[in-house]
């Protein structure tokens, strides 16, 4: 139904491919549009996420999953929703908590381990990852 533009295919190149094919499996069965806005961050990238308490994550003593892995990739993303009426971003819950239900499905199916952000201490409803 959705395909993603071409930033968020650039975003994807940087992310680590379990992630990459999960991400892909669920823009195709998604009734709600998606798109990615992050993945791989720099030390001084998470440092300014840290500091303006977008991540519980000072990316020195904890490291992010979004902080490239021993192979330069992220194992993380963060996307933003659309509202499916308006087509206009949204921080809506709802919307997220419905793509997160398409990542369980998909990664059930493709043997792949992730975490959602919203099931974190914080909710983090935009950030998913392997």
Known sequence: MFKFSDKS???LKFADGKLVLL????????EVDFSIICSVRSVEKQQE???NGSSK?????????????DF???EAIDIMCYNPKT???TWENK????????????????????????????EDAGHFEI
């Open 87 to 89: 087509k206009n971003a």
């Open 9 to 11: 295919q650039e975003f």
């Open 57 to 69: 994550c000072d990316g020195i003593k904890i490291k992010s999953k979004h902080q490239p892995n």
């Open 49 to 51: 996420a840290f500091k």
């Open 23 to 30: 991400t892909n499996e669920v823009i195709k069965i998604s």
């Open 95 to 122: 919307y997220y908590y419905y793509i997160a239900g398409l990542f369980r499905s998909k990664a059930s199916g493709l043997g792949i381990n992730f975490r959602w952000g919203g099931w974190f201490d914080f």
């Open 72 to 74: 330069g990739l992220s």
